[in-house]
């Protein structure tokens, strides 16, 4: 199946869509970033992939569109796409007249409740909270050495890593399962795909829900929402919030 990678960033909660993947034992560090054009609406640019990257399933995706479009003061969209073939979607309809604040005010750095920072090769994003405790609250920036993999996007696999604001953050959501209210942040793996199997614990359920939300020490707090109707795995391992599918 064709899949092409969104992300939504809400603010006073924030939402975002992304993907990357592993290797053995060993990292790759993805795509790098060129032909960067930045207004008040957002940036978009061209992903390119580094010729030490290759996915484990092949059929790699060399070049990709990135669209980054901040559409409320808390809430930013990613989107990651192949621009030469289409792809089918999942439509996404959001419903302006729910929005408490105008969307022209997301037009001024001003007024947005987050600031984007990207790295160009390796490729990585990084979005924060602004105001009196700012904290980074998605980050798929790779470091030497690598310690995760950067993007990885082929024509069947995707996976991307975002950090944790701790290796012992507070997370909820990834449902439906039967399980405590609070992820598991250290060293669990949570099966999204819609499954009508009564209702054994730590399994995944009748929906899918790809949405997580993350409570900072500060008692802020932040969503990520991946749209994408795949099957897909999202690991939790030391600090680290991984997407495949």
Same mark, same amino acid.
């Given at each position: 199946?064709?899949?092409?990678?969104?992300? =939504?960033?809400?603010?006073?909660?924030?939402?975002?869509?992304?993907?990357?993947?592993?290797?053995?034992?060993?990292?790759?560090?993805?795509?790098?970033?060129?032909?960067?054009?930045?207004?008040?609406?957002?940036?978009?640019?061209?992903?390119?992939?580094?010729?030490?990257?290759?996915?484990?399933?092949?059929?790699?995706?060399?070049? =990709?569109?990135?669209?980054?479009?901040?559409?409320?003061?808390?809430?930013?969209?990613?989107?990651?796409?192949?621009?030469?073939?289409?792809?089918?979607?999942?439509?996404?309809?959001?419903?302006?007249?729910?929005?408490?604040?105008?969307?022209?005010?997301?037009?001024?750095?001003?007024?947005?409740?987050?600031?984007?920072?990207?790295?160009?090769?390796?490729?990585?994003?990084?979005?924060?909270?602004?105001?009196?405790?700012?904290?980074?609250?998605?980050?798929?920036?790779?470091?030497?050495?690598?310690?995760?993999?950067?993007?990885?996007?082929?024509?069947?696999?995707?996976?991307?890593?975002?950090?944790?604001?701790?290796?012992?953050?507070?997370?909820?959501?990834?449902?439906?399962?039967?399980?405590?209210?609070?992820?598991?942040?250290?060293?669990?793996?949570?099966?999204?795909?819609?499954?009508?199997?009564?209702?054994?614990?730590?399994?995944?359920?009748?929906?899918?829900?790809?949405?997580?939300?993350?409570?900072?020490?500060?008692?802020?707090?932040?969503?990520?929402?991946?749209?994408?109707?795949?099957?897909?795995?999202?690991?939790?391992?030391?600090?680290?919030?991984?997407?495949?599918?």
């Amino acid at each position: 199946a064709h899949m092409a990678l969104r992300a =939504l960033l809400f603010g006073g909660l924030v939402a975002l869509l992304l993907c990357t993947a592993v290797l053995g034992s060993s990292f790759v560090p993805g795509y790098t970033l060129s032909g960067v054009k930045a207004d008040d609406h957002g940036l978009s640019g061209t992903l390119t992939r580094r010729q030490d990257s290759k996915s484990p399933y092949g059929d790699d995706v060399d070049v =990709l569109q990135l669209d980054v479009t901040y559409e409320t003061p808390t809430r930013m969209r990613i989107r990651i796409y192949d621009p030469k073939e289409e792809r089918w979607e999942v439509p996404l309809v959001l419903n302006e007249h729910r929005t408490q604040t105008p969307r022209s005010s997301a037009d001024s750095s001003d007024g947005r409740a987050y600031h984007l920072s990207y790295t160009e090769d390796p490729f990585g994003l990084a979005v924060s909270r602004v105001g009196d405790t700012p904290t980074t609250i998605f980050n798929t920036s790779v470091t030497q050495p690598l310690s995760f993999n950067g993007l990885i996007f082929s024509n069947q696999y995707l996976e991307l890593t975002t950090r944790l604001a701790s290796e012992d953050a507070n997370l909820y959501g990834l449902g439906e399962r039967v399980h405590n209210l609070r992820l598991n942040p250290s060293n669990a793996t949570y099966t999204l795909w819609a499954r009508d199997q009564g209702c054994p614990v730590d399994k995944n359920l009748y929906g899918s829900h790809p949405v997580h939300l993350e409570v900072v020490p500060s008692g802020l707090a932040h969503g990520i929402f991946l749209l994408n109707s795949n099957a897909m795995d999202v690991t939790l391992h030391k600090g680290l919030l991984t997407y495949k599918t």
